[in-house]
């Protein structure tokens, strides 16, 4: 079992950077394929970009790549992600996700354990 609490979300103007963190706990957090989330008002729940147990592989969703950056900290059990050259349509509230194994997935159901969110609103 894994706890997951997202944390650095607020409001920006657009063309801000912003770093998110997410901090793990209850369970070893080097075992686990890690992601990011995000899901705007109304909209459903869309993928991010996802992180190897290693941090060695990422994978980002078309409209953020170049823009936003997934990392991991596993002797602080932390993921992260920075996001530089933001947009109003980044704005949704993010979600950290956790699932134990090796293989990298973009689909929501995929994953076992999640955050509770943290907002991030980017004005124009």
């Known amino acids: 079992q894994v706890q997951l609490e997202e944390s650095g979300g607020g409001l920006v103007q657009a063309g801000d950077s912003l770093r998110l963190s997410c901090a793990a706990s209850g369970s070893t957090f080097s075992t686990y394929t890690m992601a990011w989330f995000r899901q705007a008002s109304g909209k459903e729940r869309d993928f991010v970009a996802t992180?190897?147990?290693?941090?060695?592989?990422?994978y980002y969703a078309g409209s953020v790549k170049g823009r936003f950056t997934i990392s991991r900290d596993n002797a602080k059990n932390t993921m992260y992600l920075q996001m530089n050259s933001l947009k109003p349509e980044d704005t949704a509230v993010y979600y950290c996700a956790a699932v134990p194994g090796p293989v990298l997935k973009t689909s929501q159901g995929y994953y076992h354990y999640w955050g509770q969110g943290t907002q991030v609103t980017v004005s124009s």
């Open positions: 992180i190897s147990r290693t941090g060695d592989t990422t």
